[in-house]
């Protein structure tokens, strides 16, 4: 074979190989985001233990990315940098619910604000660096739990578990 | 002679028709930019004119008309609640700060604000600070002895030529309750720089139903909870009770902007319409001036020019003109910015600041000029097809 065509093949198989593997580092960034683990309102009150103490269970979630589902209170500046992550939405459970104190209620931060379409009955999905333990910041008060660089979106048909619902699923 | 002397004379030899079609594409990218920049800055407007209280109490009603008023000083005030709510806010353990606010009538459109001196406090969560510029803040009065002091916001001070020591009054009834200005404030870049302070004593004095009335009325209490987790329940004990109402002011301003992105779609979709309408209105531009000038076209084929020299002549017509009129549309759509920031200030309490620069200029300017070029290809490609001999032929 002259040696231009085993050029040209040998060109032809890299370019095969660059682009599987990058469909395979797409494919591993798309399953990672998918395998985020998920924590759910009824674990981070079954975690709270006495004087605002937490189980090791939660504690361990500190510092990586997770996932929790719930309704947004906007509580914070209305380009939502930050808000407060509930069980209990701000208007529609509260015919049947009481709304949830701080067991419930995650405090949630995003560096550049959030764009959604705010709907007070709609299900959100956080993803963030999770924070849990007693904290007080000037701005915000007393917090404990927190998602730190958090981004939001939609959450539909989601499920939001309470104290007393059988276990959640790890991941997705 | 270069190519660019070429089209800049070949524009130059019919002024009307090059100066059309730049101010048809200044028009159009002057209302993109402006919509653009008036789209953002209302929205940037409403983030900063927020209020830092996570919490409003009022009479049951329109929530946006409530947060529109209390904040924004727009639309009209909502009923009165009475006095004991205020009282039963501030009482309860939960809450950092409760401030009281009356809102009522105006002084040549400025809105009278009758509050305590905590709204102008500054806790470590508090964004916006109050300073003054001139004067002090009016005495918290009690409500047997009113002051009748006020405090002018800057924007009220700049546009009614109120000094500190001026006595004022609008309207005959009020003529025997004149307020004297003791302050006034450093701009806010808010819907505060358009009020006019007062002591709530001084207000319910002034006014002959509250005077009566026992509890004195309120139109809202501005709520700080110590913990923010203890707002939903806050809320909720405010919309279960009979004549009352908590409200979130961001739930409601992104409300306000849900509604302003369909809007902004709308807006986009029509933006869309006029740029078609402005490229086709060039490219007829350019279509009839090459059409016109095939002879000389073909002349300057005839004398040695290459028919890439003459595609390349159209073209720098056409992306001269669209450049021009982006240039101009750009310093255009700022102005229209301006003005609708202007009166959008004079008219509500949202300050908008519209200049801002970004990748919108420079992205918009590109987008005009590649389009613009775009749009003078076909009279170009028509042009580079000019038979020499065909259009050489006498005309009689």
Redesign the interface.
């Known amino acids: 074979m002259p040696l231009s065509h085993r050029r040209g093949a040998q060109g032809g198989r890299d370019a095969l190989a660059t682009a599987a593997l990058l469909v395979c580092l797409l494919l591993a960034r798309w399953t990672g985001a998918q395998q985020v683990p998920r924590l759910t309102f009824a674990q981070l009150a079954d975690s709270i233990r006495a004087n605002t103490a937490l189980s090791p269970s939660i504690t361990a979630y500190g510092g990586t990315e997770v996932e929790i589902q719930g309704f947004i209170i906007p509580a914070g500046p209305p380009d939502l940098s930050f808000f407060l992550l509930s069980r209990v939405s701000a208007t529609g459970n509260y015919c049947c619910e009481l709304p949830s104190g701080q067991d419930e209620v995650v405090y949630v931060y995003s560096a550049r604000g959030v764009s959604i379409l705010y709907d007070p009955l709609r299900v959100y999905r956080v993803r963030g660096l999770f924070e849990a333990g007693r904290s007080v910041d000037a701005a915000h008060g007393v917090s404990l739990f927190r998602v730190r660089n958090a981004r939001v979106e939609e959450a539909p048909g989601a499920r939001i578990f309470k104290v007393g619902d059988p276990a959640p699923p790890v991941g997705r | 002679m270069t190519l660019f002397t070429v089209a800049r004379r070949y524009l130059a030899s019919r002024p009307v028709a090059s100066a059309l079609t730049v101010a048809a594409v200044a028009l159009g990218v002057s209302l993109v930019i402006a919509t653009a920049l008036l789209s953002r800055a209302i929205r940037e407007g409403?983030?900063e004119g927020?209020t830092d209280f996570?919490l409003i109490a009022g009479a049951k009603g329109s929530p946006t008309q409530l947060v529109l008023n209390v904040v924004f000083r727009m639309d009209t005030p909502t009923p009165n609640i009475p006095w004991t709510i205020y009282r039963a806010l501030r009482d309860d353990p939960r809450v950092?700060m409760a401030v009281p606010v009356l809102m009522g009538d105006a002084y040549q459109g400025f809105r009278y604000v009758a509050t305590s001196a905590l709204y102008f406090a500054q806790p470590?969560?508090r964004?916006r600070a109050f300073r003054l510029a001139a004067g002090r803040l009016f005495r918290d009065d009690p409500p047997d002895r009113p002051s009748y002091e006020a405090v002018l916001g800057a924007d009220v001070a700049r546009r009614t030529g109120l000094h500190l020591g001026d006595r004022f009054w609008e309207g005959e009834e009020m003529a025997a309750y004149p307020l004297t200005a003791v302050g006034i404030l450093a701009p806010t870049g808010s819907a505060d720089d358009r009020a006019i302070f007062l002591s709530l004593a001084s207000f319910w004095e002034m006014n002959e139903i509250s005077r009566a009335m026992n509890p004195k009325p309120l139109t809202a209490v501005l709520v700080r909870?110590?913990?923010?987790?203890?707002?939903?329940?806050l809320?909720?004990e405010l919309?279960?009770g009979p004549g009352t109402q908590g409200v979130?002011?961001?739930?409601v301003?992104?409300?306000v902007?849900?509604l302003l992105?369909v809007v902004e779609d709308v807006l986009g979709a029509v933006l869309a319409i006029v740029a078609l309408i402005v490229l086709l209105y060039l490219f007829v531009s350019m279509y009839s001036a090459t059409f016109e000038r095939r002879r000389e076209i073909a002349t300057m084929r005839a004398l040695g020019a290459r028919r890439t020299t003459v595609l390349g002549i159209v073209l720098l017509e056409a992306s001269a003109l669209a450049a021009v009129g982006g240039a101009v549309g750009i310093l255009g759509g700022h102005g229209v910015a301006y003005l609708g920031a202007l009166l959008l200030a004079m008219r509500s309490g949202v300050v908008a600041r519209p200049f801002a620069v970004g990748l919108l200029q420079p992205v918009v300017f590109g987008a005009v000029v590649i389009v613009g070029t775009l749009a003078g290809l076909l009279p170009a490609v028509m042009a580079y097809r000019t038979e020499v001999a065909e259009n050489l032929a006498p005309l009689a």
């Not at chain 2, 909870?225 to 329940?233: I, K, V």
Request: proline residues 13%; positive net charge.
């Open positions: 409403f983030v927020a996570n950092d470590p969560w964004r909870p110590h913990r923010l987790s203890d707002l939903p329940a809320h909720r919309n279960v979130f002011p961001s739930a301003l992104l409300s902007f849900n992105r």
